[in-house]
């Protein structure tokens, strides 16, 4: 588990999000990217799962389930995987019952739609809501993985709220990591990790 400061950064860190999930992650496994946006998460966690595995896809715009869709179909994976259009705060709600405690990974990429409209973003309120929700669904040894975006309005005092609710998890049951880039350029993320022991 990473902190700030602890591990040298030599990958960007949406590279060591997948990096740490890859680790993680197994054939036959079940994930969820709780945002899809244009659906690099989604193809990475699809191929992560192998031909057993299903992955779990949220987003509210459907532009952005069109083009991850396309994106899956293109590699042949889409039968991996189901996408909602729904809110990441939907998701326990939208997921069945048998899914429950056996989600093995929850990726969250915070903030807009690249090449989207840059006013519609993650906001606060749903984002922890979801958080909360990812928490449920996990499987033991499975983890929550968040890159927020600072660089838009509100994106700050969402990675705050991102920061403080994984802090409050620290404890036997859950290993938590925060790695914060010491460039801090331009809408650089942040990542929060979160693991249940």
Sequence with gaps: ILSNGDNPMTLPLVQQAHAALSQLLAAGDLAIDATVGNGHDTLFLACAVGEGGTVY??????????????RLQDEGLEGRVSLYHAGHEAMAAVLPESVHGRVKAVMFNLGYLPGGDKQRTTAMNTTLAALGQAL???????????????????GREEAEAVKAWARSLASDYYQVGI???????????????????
């Design 57 to 70: 896809g949220f987003d509210i715009q459907e532009a952005a389930l069109d083009t991850a869709w396309r």
């Design 179 to 197: 790695e914060i880039p010491s460039s801090r350029r331009g809408a650089a993320p942040e990542w929060v990790w979160v693991r249940r022991c």
């Design 136 to 154: 449920s669904l996990l499987a033991p040894g499975g983890a929550i993985s968040v890159l927020a975006y600072t660089g838009h309005p509100g």
